[in-house]
T-cell receptor
Framework: AQSVTQLDSQVPVFEEAPVELRCNYS??????LFWYVQYPNQGLQLLLK??????LVKGINGFEAEFNKSQTSFHLRKPSVHISDTAEYFCAVRAYFGNEKLTFGTGTRLTIIP | DTGVSQNPRHKITKRGQNVTFRCDPI?????LYWYRQTLGQGPEFLTYFQNEAQLEKSRLLSDRFSAERPKGSFSTLEIQRTEQGDSAMYLC??????????????FGPGTRLTVT
């Protein structure tokens, strides 16, 4: 079984400042890792994913994340945030094989302060 | 590609009533997933289909819940004898499975259920 921990439930950040949203996971098998964003009253949209290869992955809207296997982490970063980045961000994992379900963290609400 | 659609977007029902939600996946996607999201939580897996076959069901899916995907196209999720604890956002997602190694699940806007 897999589990995901997002320790920060809310992160306020000033506009144009950098941000890091933390994600740690636990799994007895190898996993794929994902970050999804949920804007108010909308469905989930994929920001980026790590499948294999380079541990630094780039996604949409200027976001990137780094996979750290030894620390079982997949933190999301953006060098300069905008008002439009205000949303809920979810980290998720799924096993390489077998059940294709995504296991999500509890989410981090990113609030951008003008 | 019109995306994943879900109907209705909102449903208010009284405790004890039955409700049914519909999900239309992206047309070429053979996988379809149902998740439930309660306030302040991430989505939780309920069940998924490969074409018309239901491959796995979560323990969250009690006997009052049933999902179908006839002919491997749209899917329905029915909740019988609704309880207040069923109030949540019900999300549907679809994917190509592992074809092309994309592994991405595309989510619909969700159906928000309120049980009074």
């Amino acid at each position: 079984a897999q589990s995901v921990t997002q320790l920060d439930s809310q992160v306020p950040v000033f506009e144009e400042a950098p941000v890091e949203l933390r994600c740690n996971y636990s799994s007895s098998v190898s996993v794929y890792l994902f970050w999804y964003v949920q804007y108010p009253n909308q469905g989930l949209q994929l920001l980026l994913k790590y499948l294999s290869g380079s541990t630094l992955v780039k996604g949409i809207n200027g976001f990137e994340a780094e996979f750290n296997k030894s620390q079982t982490s997949f933190h999301l970063r953006k060098p300069s945030v905008h008002i439009s980045d205000t949303a809920e961000y979810f980290c998720a994992v799924r096993a390489y094989f077998g059940n294709e379900k995504l296991t999500f963290g509890t989410g981090t609400r990113l609030t951008i302060i003008p | 590609d019109t995306g994943v659609s879900q109907n209705p977007r909102h449903k208010i029902t009284k405790r004890g009533q039955n409700v049914t939600f519909r999900c239309d996946p992206i047309s070429e996607h053979n996988r379809l997933y149902w998740y439930r999201q309660t306030l302040g939580q991430g989505p939780e897996f309920l069940t998924y289909f490969q074409n018309e076959a239901q491959l796995e069901k979560s323990r969250l899916l009690s006997d009052r819940f049933s999902a179908e995907r006839p002919k491997g196209s749209f899917s329905t999720l029915e909740i019988q004898r609704t309880e207040q604890g069923d109030s949540a956002m019900y999300l549907c997602a679809s994917s190509l499975g592992d074809i092309g190694h994309s592994y991405e699940q595309y989510f619909g806007p969700g159906t928000r259920l309120t049980v009074t």
